[in-house]
């Protein structure tokens, strides 16, 4: 009889070590899928601000845009031939026959 208390007993306590571990498991598992989620939610954030960035650089880059902003803001003017000023490189110019 001693040793079937003693057996129960240790079953006993194998049983609220199994239950507590599950416990523990199931909270870390719960955790980590929260983390997990907020991770996702995060990375779908970046990727918006990514394509918007993307949209703002192509909106900024126009050729268009830049020559508006050169001539209103930095007053600055289309070359013309009769601006061009050309340097002499002091090389000679040799005909050959």
Not at 56 to 79: C, F, G, T
Request: proline share 1%; charged share 25%; net charge positive.
């Amino acid at each position: 009889m001693k040793m079937r208390s003693c057996g129960i007993i240790l079953l006993l306590f194998a049983l609220i070590t199994c239950a507590l571990i599950l416990v523990r498991t199931q909270y870390q598992a719960r955790h980590l899928f929260i983390e997990l989620e907020r991770a996702q939610t995060e990375a779908r954030q970046l990727e918006v601000a990514w394509s918007q960035l993307q949209l703002d650089q192509s909106i900024l880059s126009k050729h268009e845009r830049i020559q508006v902003n050169a001539m209103k803001e930095l007053n600055m003017m289309p070359v013309t031939a009769d601006r061009t000023q050309y340097l002499a490189t002091g090389i000679k110019k040799v005909d050959v026959k």
